[in-house]
């Protein structure tokens, strides 16, 4: 099955972002693979496009995207199992993130995933979560390189099973 970028968008949407340069995945096969095992043995680890770092880290870059509005930071950080309300901070302009810094799990769920735990519905936790800036206009970078590292770390970590959470 292909992906349709644009199908569930307004035409006129749609039509104006076709003239920029993007990546089109419409002739592209979904990138599906079974998995291996049943989801109470995966270790599962959450993705998120809501731009969150540890307060020790380097922000992502925002004001980069205030001098250009079509980019966005295609870059991720990652976030230990163990991150507190005090230590996570969100960079992203393109949604309110005052009620995550309230309580990160309304958008970054690992309260969630603490309870699927004690619950045997899943097998265990990755010790490290990963986070990257969802507005992606020109999605190149994030598609061609920022994507495949970030694979390649959570195979790395030994994760069965992504939770990707959206900002």
Same mark, same amino acid.
């Given at each position: 099955?292909?992906?349709?970028?644009?199908?569930?968008m307004? @035409?006129?949407?749609?039509?104006?972002?076709?003239?920029?340069?993007?990546?089109?995945?419409?002739?592209e096969?979904?990138?599906?693979?079974p998995?291996?095992?049943?989801v109470?043995?995966?270790?599962?680890a959450?993705?998120?496009?809501?731009?969150f770092?540890?307060?020790?880290?380097?922000?992502?870059?925002?004001? @980069?995207? @205030?001098s #250009?509005?079509?980019?966005?930071?295609?870059?991720?950080?990652?976030?230990p @199992?163990s991150i507190?309300?005090?230590?996570?901070r969100?960079a !992203?302009? !393109?949604?309110?993130?005052? !009620?995550?810094?309230?309580?990160?799990?309304?958008?970054?769920?690992?309260g969630?995933? #603490? #309870?699927?735990?004690?619950?045997g519905?899943?097998? *265990?936790?990755? #010790?490290? !979560?990963? *986070?990257?800036?969802?507005?992606?206009?020109?999605?190149?970078?994030l598609?061609?390189?920022t994507?495949p590292?970030m694979a390649?770390? +959570?195979?790395?970590?030994?994760v069965? +099973?992504? +939770?990707?959470? *959206?900002?």
């Amino acid at each position: 099955m292909s992906v349709n970028s644009f199908k569930f968008m307004s @035409r006129t949407l749609a039509e104006s972002l076709q003239r920029w340069p993007y990546v089109d995945t419409s002739g592209e096969e979904i990138p599906w693979k079974p998995l291996a095992k049943p989801v109470a043995d995966c270790k599962v680890a959450l993705v998120s496009s809501g731009g969150f770092y540890r307060a020790v880290d380097e922000p992502f870059n925002l004001d @980069r995207e @205030r001098s #250009e509005p079509l980019w966005g930071d295609p870059s991720f950080r990652e976030l230990p @199992r163990s991150i507190t309300q005090e230590e996570i901070r969100a960079a !992203h302009l !393109h949604y309110e993130s005052s !009620h995550a810094m309230r309580d990160f799990n309304c958008m970054f769920p690992l309260g969630a995933l #603490e #309870e699927l735990l004690a619950q045997g519905r899943i097998g *265990s936790i990755s #010790e490290t !979560h990963l *986070s990257f800036m969802g507005y992606q206009p020109k999605p190149r970078v994030l598609m061609q390189e920022t994507a495949p590292r970030m694979a390649e770390r +959570l195979r790395g970590l030994g994760v069965d +099973l992504v +939770l990707l959470s *959206s900002g």
